[in-house]
Nanobody
Framework: QVQLVESGGGLVQAGGSLRLSCAAS????????MAWFRQAPGKEREIVAAISWFGATKNYANSVKCRFTISRDNAKNTLYLQMNSLNPDAPAVYYC??????????????????WGQGTQVTVSS
């Protein structure tokens, strides 16, 4: 059973930084792409960043490019999201996500089926 546990959320001032972590367990970590999503109140969940299984390729939503960095430590089975220059409109619950077993060695899968419980990020102005 795949388990994803996020941490690192909290309250930060506008312009500040946070680093989210996602500890993965239950299957081999380094052969699956991973992603971060977020969901703001009243809005649909959206993808923020994704990283290929080897970590060589990364994609970002336009709204976070040049401010957020996704990374992974395959030796620690951990995914990260470094968030800089946070905006007051950024508050949301951030989720770590992983694809299903058929997406082994797929750099950017179409679907993510495993989700963490989410971590709240609140930005004060």
């Amino acid at each position: 059973q795949v388990q994803l546990v996020e941490s690192g959320g909290g309250l930060v001032q506008a312009g500040g930084s946070l680093r989210l972590s996602c500890a993965a367990s239950g299957r081999t970590f380094n052969i699956y792409a991973m992603a971060w999503f977020r969901q703001a109140p009243g809005k649909e969940r959206e993808i923020v960043a994704a990283i290929s299984w080897f970590g060589a390729t990364k994609n970002y939503a336009n709204s976070v490019k040049c401010r957020f960095t996704i990374s992974r430590d395959n030796a620690k089975n951990t995914l990260y999201l470094q968030m800089n220059s946070l905006n007051p409109d950024a508050p949301a619950v951030y989720y770590c996500a992983a694809p299903g077993e058929s997406a082994k060695y797929v750099d950017f899968p179409r679907e993510y089926v495993y989700w963490g419980q989410g971590t709240q990020v609140t930005v004060s102005s």
